[in-house]
């Protein structure tokens, strides 16, 4: 298994460039199954969930190339209907294919996800809003066999909560159904944005994008010609290189990005006393006399995002004061504070909430271990700040979601190395 070691301390500064969006590029790539045609995808980002995706597709009977950050997917021969757990259980995004792949051959098995290192995570409203939409439902031998052997229906959709993935699927299923759907208490999240553009630009009506209330006109299973386009830049993973910034107190400029998509994290650092700058497409963090602590809460889009919570409870450990950060989306995402307790941070939980007390004292670099995606970036960022090295072990989860973190940590003056134990 590979671990990093980082030597913390060092200045940086410079220049990231940020890359594609992972979690704009799974539901674009599943909605690749909605189309007769290829599709050329821009600035995907190079991580090991697009290439399980892409994996998935191939298993599915589809096609791809892929050179760089560059792919060309073409799903009209698809064969199989059926994403097996081997593949859904490194990658929870595998319920994308539930949606179209239903809508447009009227039958679909899919492993059940499961929980994650993160909370129960379900699917029941994935379903319930497909069984809305005319779908058989059952769950056998831990699969999701779903049957609409007449199609899917339009049908007026309202989410309980609001959930990212649950509207996804139901957008993709909604473009192939017969008539009209409208999904009510949608999110917003601009990867969600820029699903219903790409599906909008293949001629299918969508009103209200980028608003809770979605309309979908459907085309009664006739499939889409979809145009090529580029993957929108990854606002996390800028938010992620926004607090190494932040952490060790730097100038760092982050480039391709798109300012109004990290409005929140933005004003996050702006109210710990930071300076902002932003052109059209930079955001560029001064370094500041005094962190100032922090309330957080985490809330769907335009709020601020449960993905940047562990990284700014490892920013809060630099704060003069007391910070909180209340997770208000999963119940248990919250596996990194036993993590930076052992570089010495002083955080307490209580319920959802977290209490860091900051600056009690300097963080020490140790041995510690990646639970999941962002708390693996949280321990990062911590590393860079510790006094002497850190080993973070497992970080295949930081591979699922980061390109490249150690040649950009690297290239603004880190001292990052991966080694094989
Ligand atoms: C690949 C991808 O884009 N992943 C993101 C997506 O995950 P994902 O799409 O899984 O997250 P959701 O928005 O669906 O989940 C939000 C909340 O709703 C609950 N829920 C969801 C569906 C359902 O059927 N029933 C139910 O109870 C979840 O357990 C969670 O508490 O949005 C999350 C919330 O912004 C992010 O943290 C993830 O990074
Ligand atoms: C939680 C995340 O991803 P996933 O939903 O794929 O687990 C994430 O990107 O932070």
Known sequence: MEYLKILGENKLSGVVDISGAKNAALPLIACTILAKNEIKM?????????????????????TFTKEGN????????????????????????SILVLGPILARFGHCEVSL?????????????????????????????????????????????????????????IVMAAALASGVTTIVNAAKEPEIVQLCEVIASAGVQIEGIGTSTLKITGTNKELLEIKDFDVIPDRIEAGTYMCAAAITNQKIKINNVIPLHLDAITSKLEEMNFEVLQDETSVTILPTDEIKPVNIITTEYPGFPTDMQAQFMALATQAN??????????????????????????????????TINGKSGTL?????????????????????????????????HL???????????????????????
């Open 42 to 62: 821009g600035n995907l980002p190079n991580v090991v969930d697009i290439n399980t995706f892409l994996k998935l597709i191939a298993k599915l009977g589809g």
């Open 70 to 93: 560059t792919a060309k997917i073409c799903t009209s021969l698809i064969n199989n209907t059926t994403a097996t757990y081997d593949i859904v259980k490194t990658m929870r995004a």
């Open 113 to 169: 996800p499961g929980g994650c290192a993160i909370g129960q995570r379900p699917v029941d409203l994935h379903l319930k809003a497909l069984e809305a939409m005319g779908a058989k439902i059952v769950i056998n031998h831990g699969y999701i066999e779903a049957t609409a052997p007449e199609g899917l229906k339009g049908a007026k959709i309202v989410f309980d909560k609001v959930t990212v993935g649950g509207t996804e699927n």
């Open 321 to 354: 004061g007391t910070s909180t950060i209340d997770e208000r989306l999963f119940e248990n995402r919250f596996m990194h504070v036993s993590e930076l307790l052992r570089l010495g941070a002083d955080i307490h939980l209580n319920g959802n909430t977290a």
């Open 364 to 396: 020490n670099g140790t041995d510690v271990m990646a639970t999941d995606l962002r708390a693996s970036s949280a321990l990062v960022l911590a590393a860079l700040v510790a006094k002497g090295e850190t080993s973070i072990h497992r970080i295949y």
């Open 399 to 421: 591979d699922r979601g980061y390109e490249d973190l150690e040649g950009k940590l690297t290239k603004i003056g880190a001292d990052v190395k991966r080694f094989t134990e």
